[in-house]
């Protein structure tokens, strides 16, 4: 780091204006040049309409049911308490997760021997969706406190845990992994030990990180809580946002509904300003990975807070990349011994067969995980019974179906995040007014819409096309910010290269820019599936309001199964331990094949650093 | 008095490729109020040298001992100064200046003179609550110097602290610290500077030990007994410096570090 320093480039007097106001000042924003080579001229159509659309569509769904603000306000303070409750849920999960990323980072950083189990161990909870293993912590938690209120609420607050502690674990194992050896040695020369050691040099490290990933798991929280609210209405409604929102739109509450999402969206963006903006400020003297004095680099805009989102997406892509290059989990090194032909590893690029015969083997392996798991059943708890043997042989199309699900709910985000983000990085203007409010709606949890969309918006976009249009939600802003941090990273010279040689518009796009966002677009596609792998859960099967009034959405998939397999109860246990390992090995087999190779291809051959 | 004794130092590490020795058979003393400088070729040692002299790190073979007592764990009677200053970001200049005050356990009320103290002494006035990002190179190696010095370490040891520095501000502070170690009133007793900048050595140091490339062992002993300030320019200092070159390329064959000397070296004997 600090050799750095003696070689940091001094930007010659005689380049043009542009590319040294951005270079030196480390300003936000696109360089000139690059603003003037990203003219693709649908991507402002694009954008103009993926902004327009939804603002059209929810304006003429307020009009058409009728809203008064006197009859909204009627109905904030049972609002501003369910949310009260849900607050409290967040905060509870939050500082458990808190001390558990402390301690669990603190401890894989500094054991060898429990980092070699610990991190692999991590890598794997956060792909796998713990949304899945929701009922199993219900009934848990509920048999141990039967018939009180606790159990439902620990249920909840573990969940809300699940979906924040990994990525801040993470934050802490890196910044103490990558905090440089002098300023530990520094610490060992002056014998500082015990806990002064880590409240002067250890803890301090990790603040950066907690911060920015705080914002990320609190995001995640969110959704999570609402999502863990409406999935738990269906038997004991947890007094909450969450069950309000879905109990208001199963009756056709407009107002009440609106109430419920104005008291949410105040809280959300009070909690932004008030806290997470001053806290990012503060959080920045705690960086120690920035180049000294006069630091550049699109990347860190130090003074700009609004970067926050972008920020904390690089720092989620380097949680990948730490899962992807540090840990080598055995299905990679079984995958490896396949593809073993002398060549070094990124170097060797694999065969269709190749893939297709390891599909196959998984295939059959899986085939006979299933009718060990049935067998077991069989066996141990008596013959499982007629209707669930029948669901647990439509587990593999299901999840067949589940996949083509997300997959196309990802085209469908890339499609939207990827002229957007160029957008943002081309003009100032829609950086600076846009920006904000893309981040406010992203930190705005879309499960709380999901109500809507099933009552609502079903009859337009038929039960498929909801079930979609929620996985996106739950998708889309991980691609978002990745997409967007990368442009903003590419290098202002190898733009001002494209440009002395002339490439411009289209064969721009595709010989600079999309190799040059590579890595990130692969790290936003990890991070996105994992959000959508969640989101399944409830986007197939959403029963809201529950008793004869509900409605439900219900299409062929495995989150369907484990849904039906949660409300059958007892006898539908071995529908959902196959269930949820089908998906727990569909999940760990598309990362560890799919995306982990096409990173280490990413990050070998796409790097320009 | 031999303020700290190494007698028959090796070091080596394990590696994929089997042992990796980088030093072998290190003696030598450092006395009360010497002004000590290691020099060689990169790689051959010298800052591993000053890490086992306080303790950070075990010698493979050998002793090493300080006031006659073997240094068996990290000695709290030096400090160091880094190549990369190695502050600590998140805290202000007097808070890294407190840092080695606390580790010793001081109280409160005595961390804030001293602080003040040896803040002044190093000319960072008026600097007290900046951030270290805050301040160019050559202050944030003063606070370093700062917060070595604050402890009153008996021993300073410093590991290419002017390396960083532009030539301008490196010759400024290697004067401040020439006076620094002159001073009775201040600490430390003795300083052991690791440098590849020959003519930085021999402009501070008593005595220069060269050691040859890796594994590193000690070529020669030079005592400079030219008369403070030294003038680079003399012919005297001039000399002494192509002996030490030449020392070096002789004792080393290639050499990446140092340019190539003017005549043929003399073989590596002992002076």
Redo the contacts between chains.
């Keep these: 780091m600090a050799k750095d320093e003696g070689t940091r480039p001094v930007v010659p007097a005689h380049l043009p204006n542009c590319s040294r106001g951005s270079a030196l000042a480390g300003r936000p924003g696109p360089p000139a040049g690059c603003r003037k080579l990203l003219r693709w001229p649908s991507a402002r159509w694009a954008a103009g309409i993926y902004v327009a659309v939804p603002l059209i569509f929810g304006g003429s769904l307020a009009a058409t049911t009728g809203l008064s603000l006197g009859g909204l306000a009627g109905y904030l303070p049972q609002a501003s308490l369910d949310t009260a409750y849900s607050f409290l849920r967040m905060l509870a999960a939050y500082a458990l997760s808190l001390g558990f990323s402390l301690a669990y980072g603190y401890y894989a950083a500094t054991h060898r021997s429990g980092e070699r189990v610990m991190i692999p161990i991590l890598d794997i909870l956060q792909s796998v969706p713990i949304l899945g293993f929701f009922p199993f912590a219900l009934l848990f938690f509920a048999d141990a406190t039967p018939g009180s209120w606790i159990g439902p609420n620990f249920a909840s607050v573990f969940l809300i845990f699940t979906s924040m502690a990994w990525n801040m674990v993470f934050g802490v194992y890196e910044s103490l992994k990558t905090l440089p050896a002098d300023l530990k040695e520094a610490a060992d020369t002056f014998g500082l030990g015990g806990s002064l050691r880590f409240r002067r040099v250890l803890f301090p490290a990790t603040v950066n990180r907690l911060v920015y990933n705080s914002v990320l798991s609190w995001t995640a929280g969110w959704f999570f809580l609402v999502e863990a609210e409406i999935f738990s209405t269906g038997r004991s409604p947890l007094p909450g946002i969450g069950s309000y929102l879905s109990l208001a739109a199963s009756q056709h509450h407009g107002e009440e509904f609106l109430a419920g999402l104005v008291v949410l969206v105040t809280l959300i963006a009070f909690l932004d300003f008030a806290v997470w903006r001053p806290l990012g400020h503060w959080a920045e003297r705690f960086r120690y990975d920035q180049a000294p004095a006069g630091e550049g680099g699109e990347l860190t805009p130090t003074r700009d807070t609004s970067g926050r989102f972008r920020r904390a997406a690089s720092y989620v892509t380097r949680g990948v990349r730490t899962g992807v290059t540090r840990i080598r989990t055995p299905l990679v090194q079984l995958a490896a011994i396949g593809g073993r032909s002398g060549r070094r590893p990124s170097e060797r690029r694999r065969s269709l067969t190749y893939y297709a015969t390891l599909g196959a083997i998984l295939v059959v392996g899986w085939l006979l995980l299933i009718a060990i798991v049935v067998g077991v059943f069989d066996a141990l708890t008596g013959p499982i019974s007629g209707p669930v043997r029948h669901l647990i042989f439509e587990v593999p199309t299901a999840m067949g179906v589940s996949v083509v699900r997300v997959v196309v709910a990802y085209l469908l985000c890339l499609a939207i995040a990827l002229p957007l983000a160029i957008q943002f990085a081309r003009s100032r203007r829609a950086s600076r007014l846009g920006l904000p409010v893309i981040e406010v709606v992203a930190s705005f949890p879309a499960t709380a819409l999901f109500p809507v969309i099933v009552f609502e918006l079903i009859p337009y976009l038929s039960a498929e096309g909801a079930a979609v249009l929620m996985l996106m939600t739950g998708m889309m802003w991980y691609l978002f910010f990745n997409v967007l941090s990368g442009i903003r990273s590419l290098p202002p010279d190898l733009e001002e290269a494209a440009r002395s040689y002339g490439l411009t518009g289209r064969r721009f796009l595709r010989r600079v820019l999309l190799p040059g966002i590579f890595p990130a677009l692969v790290t936003g596609s990890i991070t996105a599936f994992g959000g959508g792998w969640n989101t399944l859960i409830v986007a197939e099967y959403l029963s809201v309001g529950g008793g004869g009034t509900g409605q439900s959405l219900s299409v062929l998939g495995i989150g369907q199964l484990i849904d039906i397999a949660t409300e059958l109860g007892q006898p539908g246990n071995p529908l959902m331990a196959v269930a949820l390992l089908t998906l727990v090995a569909t999940v760990i087999a598309i990362n560890e094949l799919i995306w982990k190779p096409l990173y280490r291809r990413a990050v070998t051959q796409y790097r320009y650093d | 008095m031999s303020l700290i004794r190494i007698e028959h130092v090796d070091k080596s590490y394990a590696s994929r490729h089997g042992t990796i020795s980088i030093m072998q058979d290190v003696s030598f003393t450092v006395k009360d109020s010497d002004f000590l400088a290691i020099v060689g070729p990169s790689g051959c040692g010298k800052s591993t040298l000053l890490?086992l002299i306080?303790g950070?790190d075990r010698p493979s073979a050998g002793r090493i001992y300080f006031q006659d007592r073997p240094v068996d764990?990290?000695c709290?009677k030096?400090?160091?100064v880094?190549?990369?200053?190695?502050l600590?970001?998140?805290?202000t200049v007097s808070q890294n200046v407190a840092?080695?005050l606390?580790?010793?356990g001081w109280p409160e009320e005595r961390i804030g003179p001293q602080v003040e103290r040896y803040v002044s002494v190093t000319g960072l006035d008026g600097f007290q609550e900046a951030?270290?990002?805050?301040?160019?190179?050559g202050m944030r190696q003063r606070v370093g110097l700062a917060r070595a010095l604050a402890?009153e370490p008996a021993v300073l040891?410093m590991d290419e602290p002017f390396?960083?520095l532009d030539p301008l501000t490196a010759e400024n502070l290697r004067e401040e610290v020439l006076q620094l170690w002159r001073d009775p009133q201040l600490p430390p007793d003795a300083v052991l500077l690791v440098s590849h900048n020959i003519e930085e050595a021999i402009e501070l140091a008593d005595r220069v030990i060269v050691l040859s490339r890796r594994p590193g062992h000690i070529l020669a002993e030079v005592e400079v007994t030219l008369p403070r300030p030294r003038d680079r320019k003399s012919a005297a200092f001039y000399e002494l410096t192509d002996r030490v070159y030449s020392l070096i390329t002789a004792g080393g064959q290639s050499l990446a570090t140092a340019p190539a000397p003017e005549g043929a070296g003399r073989s590596g004997e002992a002076l």
Excluded: D, H, I, T
């Excluded at chain 2, 880094?82 to 190695?86: G, H, L």
């Design positions: 890490r306080q950070l764990r990290v709290k030096m400090a160091m880094f190549q990369s200053f190695a600590y970001p998140w805290l840092f080695g606390e580790a010793l951030f270290p990002r805050e301040l160019s190179g402890v040891l390396s960083a």
